[in-house]
């Protein structure tokens, strides 16, 4: 299983950084498998549903298992990819990596995600399967499709300075950002197949996220 983090992508869409990695291919089949029997399976699905928790308006939400996040190699995914990530952007290598949870969002047609904001300090998504095609608005001159597009958020749109980043996802893309970030995800329509991602909370060092601390 690798965890091995061969390509990171740091940028600064506005005044937080984001980080892209591409995620494994067996890492994504062993959470799309993972996925998969969890569905079918009516008490796993039950014990582990995380929808009550969460902002979506989605089919189903649920959170991963401890001992998978670490047999699978996903937990050293994230603390691997998080750690190349910050040190890029803050110079600082972190000590601690905590994953308070992560979780599988599952989306069919017309389910969305309202804007909001994570918890612990760091965060992320990435995407397991998706739609072959998201449809087309109602108004088909329209310039931009946003449908299934997750959508940045940071402070207000100025001079120089947007505050919006869209991104089009696609599998094996997963994008880090700090817990505080707001986000959206668009319904999408005229399609009856799964947008499927997964997400995480992370707490690190204290005196790295603190910057306001002595």
């Known amino acids: 299983m690798s965890s091995e983090i061969n390509n990171i992508q740091v940028f600064r869409p506005f005044g937080p950084s984001v980080a892209k990695v591409i995620m494994p291919d067996d890492i994504i089949k062993l959470?799309?498998?993972y996925v998969d029997k969890v569905t079918n399976d009516k008490k796993k699905s039950k014990e582990l549903n995380y929808g009550d928790q969460l902002a979506g308006n989605v089919v189903q939400e649920f959170k991963l298992e401890e001992n998978f996040m670490r047999t699978s190699g996903w937990a050293n995914f994230l603390a691997n990819a998080s750690s190349k990530w910050l040190e890029k952007t803050e110079g600082k290598k972190i000590t601690k990596f905590h994953i308070i949870?992560?979780?599988i969002v599952r989306q069919f047609q017309n389910d969305y995600n309202p804007l909001h904001v994570h918890g612990g300090h760091i965060s992320g998504v990435g995407y397991l399967k998706l739609p072959s095609d998201f449809g087309e608005y109602?108004?088909?001159t329209k310039a931009k499709n946003f449908n299934g597009v997750l959508s940045l958020v940071n402070g207000s749109k100025l001079f120089n300075s947007p505050a919006t980043y869209n991104i089009k996802p696609k599998v094996g893309e997963f994008?880090?950002?700090p817990n505080y970030l707001m986000h959206v995800?668009?319904?999408f329509?005229?399609?009856?197949?799964e947008r499927r991602s997964i997400s995480f909370n992370a707490a690190i060092d204290d005196h790295i996220y603190n910057v306001y601390g002595n």
Request: no cysteine.
């Open 189 to 193: 329509s005229k399609s009856n197949e």
């Open 101 to 103: 949870n992560s979780w």
């Open 138 to 140: 109602s108004q088909k």
């Open 31 to 33: 959470l799309n498998d």
């Open 185 to 187: 995800v668009y319904p």
């Open 175 to 177: 994008y880090f950002f």
